[in-house]
């Protein structure tokens, strides 16, 4: 059998140095790391993670917010809502929960966050900055987890050649540029596959590391794996069981039963990059607290 | 004999589209496009680049104009003279000259210009929408110049393994990003090698085209090459030759020599990428003239 990558396992170990180094910020400035949420209307699917974000914020012992507006909430309504909370001191990370609804442009909204607070990494600003390799960048969280989660699993891409399958905006891309930096967590070889790749497998197959973020049910199987690889699987796809009590039943990108017999390593689904998305927002959220706090100090000086 | 992709002839068969098209927006609206270049200092190279941009950009009937600081010009002085031609709606390209001197922060310099104006694309909101696969977004000259130059030789690179061989910001990382997007000219399947690859000829080998912007001499021999494959040369370096009257010749990544026996195609150096970069610092200023002017239009309705 594989080694395992349990993120859940690693989620926690992170969340419990998180909470000390929260901690520590309160014992200092006599205030939390702030986190605030946005939501806008009744998604339940979105109701789901930002009730879990909050949670796993207060846990770490941030101040947490989520403000919840109608589903009919004009854009310039939103902004404004946006606008106030970057005008807010004690609050030092901002996520507006996506999708919104259609009559808003997201992209507006996003570009009206203060890169100083967007712990979402979406920010254009933010996405250049990680990007061009800036280290102190707060990089989005899905991919900032499957780096740590390869770190701490003994696994350094350095060196390595990482293919990730999928090109998107939120995974995809920013892991390839997180894997190039010349930073921790960097120095990869980096291949990104996606649907447009004619032999997918003749890609795969020379993955030292592979990353499959591609939203497709089970696409990678064992024959699309090198012996000892090592394999992250991105991926939440719900797949008819009628078996499971509701109907469904969640699978990763990744054919875990088939793959577990030639990779060196795996992550599951559920409990692999899942559990390590909140605990990278919970990270991001204490280095915007501490880069905010330094850039005040600077300002007074 | 390889087909030769001659960036001279494609550079001035799109000079020639370009004073076409700057003749309409002409005509359309009383104004030429307008590039202005900043040069701070006086070093060599950096005047000779200076001179060629706003030579080919009088050429192709733009308003060209150079401002020249001398090189002990305070940061704030350069950021003033920044945030002036911000505000001239007749420059609608700006370009400060890069390597600024040492006293200068050039990231605060870059973050200063309008995204708008940006024809280097080098402004962190660019970068930001390039990567996110934007197709109206004004890319980084050379990276946009090697996807032009595939496209004009028939070489499109969708569906294709193209692999990049060095990760910077100026030419690696953006042009692997602009070979993923889903528009003309991307889709492909990238990988982007560099100094910490350890097997490069195994990975080069694997390039339907392969794009060499590390700036070593003849690094990729004719090995490193698979047969049939399409080569862009990005590089340009020094090599001593005492029958050369300067004492040196300017020779690419790629050994050209060796290279041409397996190459399906190549561009050479020089000639090759070098003349396409200016060429697409005009295209940009046009089509940042062309979006300020959809811009104004929607404001002023």
New interface residues.
């Given amino acids: 059998m594989p080694q395992i990558i349990n993120g859940q396992q690693i989620a926690e170990a992170m969340r419990a140095e998180i909470a000390a180094e929260a901690g520590a910020f309160l014992a200092e400035t006599g205030s939390r790391p702030g986190l605030t949420v946005v939501i806008v209307g009744t998604d339940p699917a979105s109701q789901v993670y930002v009730r879990m974000k909050g949670k796993a914020a207060g846990k770490a012992g941030f101040a947490s917010a989520t403000i919840e507006l109608p589903e009919d909430t004009p854009e310039a309504e939103l902004l404004g809502v946006v606008e106030g909370l970057n005008a807010d001191p004690s609050v030092h990370g901002i996520l507006v929960q996506l999708p919104l609804p259609k009559h808003i442009i997201s992209q507006r909204i996003l570009m009206a966050i203060d890169p100083a607070k967007d712990v979402d990494g979406f920010?254009?600003?933010?996405?250049?900055?990680?990007?061009?390799?800036d280290s102190t960048v707060l990089a989005p969280c899905t991919p900032a987890g499957c780096i740590e989660m390869l770190l701490r699993s003994g696994h350094d891409p350095?060196?390595k050649?990482v293919v990730v399958v999928g090109?998107s905006?939120i995974v995809g891309?920013?892991v390839?540029?997180l894997l190039?930096r010349t930073s921790k967590g960097g120095?990869?070889?980096?291949?990104?596959?996606?649907s447009?790749?004619?032999d997918l497998g003749a890609?795969t197959r020379?993955a030292d590391i592979l990353i499959a973020a591609v939203g497709k049910a089970q696409i990678i199987k064992a024959d699309m794996v090198k012996p000892g690889a090592v394999v992250i699987d991105v991926g939440v796809n719900r797949v008819d069981d009628a078996a499971h009590p509701r109907g469904y039943r969640l699978v990763g990108d990744v054919d875990f039963q088939g793959v577990s017999q030639v990779a060196a390593a795996i992550s599951p689904v559920p409990g692999g990059v899942g559990p390590m998305t909140i605990t990278m927002l919970l990270k991001n959220t204490l280095q915007a607290a501490r880069q905010q706090l330094a850039e005040q100090l600077v300002t007074q000086a």
């Fill in positions: 920010h254009p600003v933010n996405v250049g900055r990680l990007s061009i390799g350095a060196g050649h090109r905006n891309k920013p390839a540029l190039l120095n990869a070889t980096v291949t990104v596959a996606h447009r790749t004619p890609i020379q």
